[in-house]
Every structure is written in C-alpha cells, then in structure tokens.
C-alpha cells in the first residue's frame, strides 16, 4: 500500500439550502414577528440570541429578502441561519465531525420551527462543503496529477502547476483544485441535491462519506 500523505483541513465552509414549494409571503405579513420569535426561540439553546439577527428588506427584488440569525456565543466560527420568501440556507465554518449531532439538532429545530410558524413546505435540499486542505508531506501537483490521463497533459504547454478536475452528476458534483491562500494546498469543493425527505442526518452521514471517498482516493490521511 502507498504511504499516506498527511493532511489536514486548515479552512471548511459548509453550506445548506432548503428551496421551498412555494413562497412563505404571508409569513412575512402581520406574523413576521411571530416568525422571527419562533426561529430565534428554537436556536437560541445553540447559542443564537436577539443581537445576531439582521432583517435585510432594502432591496427591491423580494427574492433577496432575509432574516438573517447570526449565532453570537460563541460569534467564532461563524453560523447563521438566512430565511427568505423562497429558501432558508445555513451557512457554518470549521464544522468539526464531533460536532455533528449537536449541529444537526440546532437545525432540526430551526426547520421544524419555520415548518410551523411559516407553514414552509420543502421541496429539494442543497448541500455543499468547501475545503480547503493543506498538504504535509507532498506537492500538491503529485497528489492531484494521477487524476487525469496523460493526453490530458498536452492540452496546455510548459509546466503544469496543479492539475484540478470538475467532476458533475446528475444532482451531485465535485471540484478539486489548487488553493489560493493556503500555499501546497487543495480546494475542493462536494455538492449534493437531496430530496426533500431525506432527514439532516442522512445528509450528514452521505456527506460524511464523500468526504472520506475524496481523502482515499488522493491518498490523504488526517482528521476529517
């Protein structure tokens, strides 16, 4: 077996979207604030409170308005919660595995309270993480370079600094690239659309997954 290249994942974004059946525009009436109080009720044991939420209205197309929910103890790294007339979308940095049920559940009932006090139905789910992963013990350009055929290699001249691949399913789809500001790192990017169904753990455990996939197919070793 070929010796691991030691790895770990200096910088990670984990984004999620819910697309909604239909706009929740009468939820943003007269019961706005039932639905702000709702929301911000159901996080608050996670951490989220009255001075991290922002209601974003100066615009004029009604597809870019937001309540924003900012999680504030700690501010460090950074979640929020973003719901519109047409989605709802969580954003998190640096999640760690180990933090895994405790995020799901503060979404679990994030959701179940924009389910209810919004009356939202879902219609698919989105779920992308984007890493960025700092190389030990090799160049990134060898971990990457038997990822594509040799033809490959002489669509461009000169010397090829990092050979990167877009891979795209029918409702999935990857990118692996360089890194710009971590020097001898990589960037990848995993999607997946989901179906509206489909629990928040069972797109963890599917993400999960593909993460591994990802650090067994380069030869990666490290703590996901």
């Given at each position: 077996?070929?010796?691991?290249?030691?790895?770990?994942?200096?910088?990670?974004?984990?984004?999620?979207t819910a697309i909604f059946k239909k706009p929740i525009i009468l939820a943003w009436g007269s019961s706005v604030n039932i639905l702000i109080a709702a929301v911000l009720d159901a996080l608050e044991p996670w951490g989220f409170r009255l001075d991290g939420v922002e209601l974003k209205t100066h615009t004029e197309k009604l597809s870019e308005y937001a309540i924003v929910f900012r999680r504030s103890?700690?501010?460090a790294p950074s979640q929020s919660v973003a719901l519109g007339f047409g989605k709802v979308s969580v954003t998190a940095e640096n999640l760690d595995w180990t933090e895994a049920k405790q995020f799901v559940a503060g979404q679990n009932a994030a959701l179940t309270a924009i389910r209810q006090a919004g009356r939202a139905e879902i219609q698919s789910q989105h779920l992308q993480l984007g890493m960025h992963i700092q190389l030990a013990t090799k160049p990134r350009k060898d971990v990457t370079s038997p990822l594509l055929n040799p033809a490959a290699f002489q669509l461009l001249d000169g010397e090829i600094k990092c050979p990167g691949i877009i891979l795209q399913g029918e409702k999935s789809h990857i990118v692996i690239d360089a890194s710009v500001p971590?020097?001898?790192?990589?960037?990848?990017?995993?999607?997946?659309?989901?179906?509206?169904?489909?629990?928040?753990?069972?797109?963890?455990?599917?993400?999960?997954?593909?993460?591994?996939q990802v650090f067994h197919v380069l030869g990666l070793e490290g703590v996901l």
């Open positions: 077996m070929p010796e691991k290249i030691k790895a770990e994942i200096a910088y990670s974004t984990l984004e999620y103890i700690p501010a971590y020097a001898n790192g990589l960037f990848i990017r995993i999607y997946r659309e989901h179906l509206p169904e489909a629990s928040l753990d069972q797109l963890a455990e599917a993400l999960h997954k593909d993460e591994e």
